[in-house]
């Protein structure tokens, strides 16, 4: 087992553009959670997809989306890309997101944003 | 507001000494904390939780609600415990990382 993969390792897009980051979770895992890392930062909670719906939300705008698939695997959108954008993009997955299950993080998009 | 804070950015200490790193947080609920270390070159990974109470890797941390502190403690440091430490909470589905330490134990 692979683990938590995330595709593609790094990106290069400029100002008002638009981007899709993809993760594929750990074998047997069912939720798939989103963080964003900014240098020198802790991971900051995106959204969190399970069932194929979004189950909860932290503090970011609505240009950010997200899907997850039948097989589990999900993506990140991010339109209207802004400098601030740029950071470690991390997914993180689990099973069945009860109060007790880890997380298994894969190694993350890098997104620079010019 | 919900909050963790990690008031160090690095701690440098010398091999078998002890090392403590700080986390507080602030919650109006009862979340659930966590510690995660990624070294160099791996991926972040969860190193324990509060509710297992047990110790990983001579790493012990206890939850102290009137404090609302969940202090990383290990008596003896190694070497191989040079990484990068994230003290985190989760209150719902949503998990809340500190700033973090980074760790630099000396030979």
């Known amino acids: 087992d692979a683990g938590v993969t995330q595709s593609p390792t790094h990106l290069i897009k400029t100002r008002g553009q638009q981007v899709t980051l993809r993760c594929s979770p750990k074998?047997?895992?069912?939720?798939v959670s989103w963080y964003q890392q900014a240098l020198g930062q802790g991971p900051q909670f995106i959204f969190q997809?399970?069932?194929?719906?979004?189950?909860q939300r932290g503090n970011f705008p609505d240009r950010f989306s997200g899907h997850q698939f039948p097989n589990y695997s999900s993506e990140l959108n991010v339109n209207a890309l802004l400098l601030g954008d740029s950071a470690l993009y991390l997914c993180?997955?689990?099973?069945?997101?009860?109060?007790?299950?880890?997380?298994?993080f894969g190694p993350g998009t890098r997104l620079t944003v010019l | 507001a919900q909050r963790v804070t990690q008031p160090e950015k690095l701690l440098s200490v010398f091999k078998g000494a002890p090392v403590e790193l700080k986390c507080n947080y602030s919650?109006?609920?009862?979340?659930?904390l966590f510690w995660y270390v990624q070294y160099s070159r791996q991926r972040l990974q969860l190193l324990l939780r509060?509710?297992s109470r047990e110790s990983i890797k001579g790493f012990t941390a206890d939850l102290n609600k009137g404090e609302t502190s969940f202090h990383l403690k290990k008596p003896f440091a190694q070497e191989e415990d040079s990484a990068m430490y994230y003290c985190?909470?989760?209150?719902?589905?949503?998990?809340?990382f500190g700033a973090g330490t980074r760790l630099f134990v000396k030979a």
């Open positions: 993180a997955s689990s099973l069945r997101a009860g109060l007790t299950d880890t997380q298994y």
């Open positions: 074998s047997g895992h069912d939720t």
């Open positions: 997809y399970y069932e194929e719906e979004e189950r």
């Open positions: 919650y109006s609920g009862s979340p659930e």
């Open positions: 509060h509710i």
């Open positions: 985190a909470l989760r209150g719902g589905f949503k998990t809340i």
